[in-house]
């Protein structure tokens, strides 16, 4: 696609569509700065392109430029153009600033359904129990269920002293699922290898990643870029998740009865350097969540470079309930899988190796 619309632009230089189109695929293979070029090019020409300017928006909230990108959705309605997208875009990039009333009026005026989610948050955020409460019940009457309903109501569990049955998964640390791949398959030559050949890659490209310390976590789906690299990785983390959702034990859990009918697998790399940590995070794309570690550096200490789940984002202290936390000793060779509804995070660590790990998604079609 990327050659195609370059091509249509060497024909036609001042072609809006073609920029806003290239744009489009830069951005969804990761390579973001060259999509917001892209997008600028189109405006210069079409100063007023819904599309392009929508776009631009969204790739600078990608990548960390939520000031710029507010400024591109607040011209979006000034045209007075109808399209939940602007709502809810704007909503994305005020609410990682940390601006969650606005945000909250943005997603109210949305018409796309994910945005009754980010509302949601927006209100636990702010603390106002009542609200989140009457929003929670109203999602949980209409048979919504979604990750980030089940970590907030966790998370409101335990920050709010209140329980609700939860309408994703009931207790997901209990669903937390560790395999040890070593002992299937080799390691070395099916899961090392094709991952290193891709870090190896000069033109691999990574995305500012505000959670992540001492590291670099690569942009756009892996397994879309670097499709027959990683076919072998993909199609046994596809049979390893099926093992997974036909378990017994978990079949009247709400996201195994609710199983997309269709989905892919995003996937990126996170490599770590020393001292290097994951701040705690969900994430709210995928179904199921999953962490293949292709190098755990020597341990100086029992938990060092480990990870942890929990049911709410204090990563203050490793002693806790193990109902609400867990640290989970990971090695090289592990896979672990678990509900995109429970927060992780990871303890720093300070060998000078690497701590390499492929993260990726269940996310529904």
Known sequence: ACDSFKRAIILNPSYPEAFNNYG????????????????????????????????????????????????????????????????????????????????????????????????????????????????????????????????????????????????????????????????????????????????????????????????QQTDGNLFVNYRKTLSGIHNILRKEIDFYRRNPSRSQQNFIKKWPEKFELLGWVIAMEKYGKLAPHMHEEGWLSGCLYINVPPKESPTSGNLVVCLDDDSSSLNSDKDTKKVIHVKTGDLCLFPASLLHYTIPFRSREQRIVLAFDVVPS
Not at 38 to 62: H, M, Q, R, V, W
Not at 178 to 186: A, G, V
């Open 24 to 215: 489009r695929a830069l951005s969804i293979i990761g390579q973001q700065e060259d999509a917001i070029s892209c997008f600028k090019i189109s405006l210069y020409t079409y100063p007023n392109f819904f599309d392009a300017l929508i776009n631009l928006g969204t790739a600078l909230t990608e990548i960390g430029r939520e000031e710029e990108a507010i400024f591109c959705f607040q011209k979006l309605l000034e045209s007075r153009h109808k399209d939940g997208r602007i709502h809810h875009n704007f909503g994305i990039a005020l609410y990682k600033v940390g601006k969650y009333k606005e945000a909250e009026n943005q997603f109210i005026l949305s018409r796309l359904k994910k945005s009754k989610y980010y509302l949601l948050r927006c209100q636990f955020l702010r603390g106002d129990q009542k609200l989140f409460h009457k929003t929670l019940d109203k999602l949980i009457q209409k048979g919504e269920v979604h990750p980030i309903l089940g970590s907030l109501c966790d998370r409101a569990s335990k920050r709010f002293s209140t329980k609700t049955k939860n309408p994703f998964c009931e207790n997901p640390i209990a669903n937390f699922e560790k395999i040890d791949l070593s002992k299937k398959y080799n390691f070395e030559i099916e899961f090392v290898t094709p991952v290193s050949k891709i870090l190896s890659n000069r033109k691999l490209t990574f995305k500012k990643q505000k959670l992540l310390k001492d590291g």
